[in-house]
């Protein structure tokens, strides 16, 4: 069964995409703990991040290191904190959350609701620093 970021990686689901490649895809949680909180996923669907080959582990650390070097530049933040969770969606992915203090990476913390407009300026915002 494709879980929802496959769907999302095969258009049928919307996304605020940030970047895409052949191997990878970038765009905003739809449920953020931080204005600019990007999911970064492999296009090959694995549950668990260390059963990713290593090819594709080491492509996904760098093209996150592509997308977090963004959103330092787009969101006020002090650092982009990085999280690999692995619970909540049976699909590989990296969390990349602007941050100010390790508290700002808390999962249970409320997570923000935000406008479709609001979605759009931040995911420009972050496509201008690619």
Sequence with gaps: MSSIFSKII????????????????AF???FP???????V???KEVDYIFDLENETYIGLMNF?????????????CN???????GLEVPHAHVHLIPINT?????FSNS???????????????????L
């Design 10 to 25: 095969k258009g049928e689901i919307p996304c605020y995409k940030i970047a895409e490649n052949a191997d990878f895809i």
């Design 28 to 30: 905003l949680d739809v």
């Design 33 to 39: 703990l931080k204005k600019g909180h990007v999911l």
């Design 41 to 43: 996923v492999p296009k």
């Design 64 to 76: 996150s290191k592509t997308i977090a070097a963004a959103i330092k530049k787009a969101v006020s």
């Design 79 to 85: 650092r982009v904190g990085v999280s690999v969770v």
């Design 102 to 106: 390790v508290n700002d990476m808390n």
């Design 111 to 129: 997570k923000l609701t935000l406008s479709k407009d609001e979605f759009e300026v931040i995911a420009n915002s972050i496509k201008k620093h």
